[in-house]
């Protein structure tokens, strides 16, 4: 073969691989990115009879039922400070609560009976909470959290709404 030809042969492959690239990496630059996976705040967790339950298993959403204006926010804080996992925070309209209440389905949970230990005289009512984990709604009169337990034994096996392990 002779070396114009083989020049040529030779700078046409060089050309088509160039051609590729160019093409491949279009496609690649214009490909949509990958959407952002949302990461539930809490999934359903079982925890075996005579387990310790502690607050950091336990999340908890928190709602204002007065006009003070930051009450949930403040107490979503202070319960995060205590160690308990943080769920949603805002306001309960039309709902009337004079100190604090905790909306759950399941009245009889460890998680219900931790929670309560820090909020001092509380309701604890059967019925579908606001947010994701155990609801509670603060009332006008509801003042700061209390010293609570640092862990609840657990009586029978149950599952309860905990922040996902990573």
């Known amino acids: 073969m002779p070396d114009a030809a083989r020049t040529a042969l030779t700078l046409a492959a060089l050309a088509l691989l160039v051609v590729l690239a160019a093409v491949w990496g279009w496609s690649a630059a214009t490909e949509s990115l990958p959407a952002k996976v949302d990461r539930p705040v809490c999934v359903d967790t079982d925890i075996k009879a005579g387990d310790r339950l502690y607050p950091q298993q336990v ?24 160690g308990f996992a943080e769920g949603q925070a805002g306001n309960a309209q039309r709902t009337r609560v004079s100190t ?18 820090y909020l001092g005289d509380v309701s604890v009512e059967r ?40």
Not at 103 to 114: C, E, F, H, K, R
Not at 128 to 157: N, R
């Open 100 to 117: 604090a209440a905790i909306w759950t389905t399941d009245p009889g949970s460890p998680a219900v009976a931790l929670l309560a230990s």
């Open 59 to 82: 999340t908890v959403s928190v709602y204002n039922a007065s006009a003070r204006e930051g009450l949930a926010g403040r107490t979503m804080r202070e319960l995060r400070d205590a």
């Open 127 to 166: 019925r579908d909470g606001l947010g994701p984990g155990v609801t509670v709604v603060v009332g006008s009169e509801f003042g700061q959290l209390a010293k609570g337990d640092t862990s609840v034994q657990v009586q029978e096996d149950t599952a309860i709404c905990s922040p996902p392990v990573d």
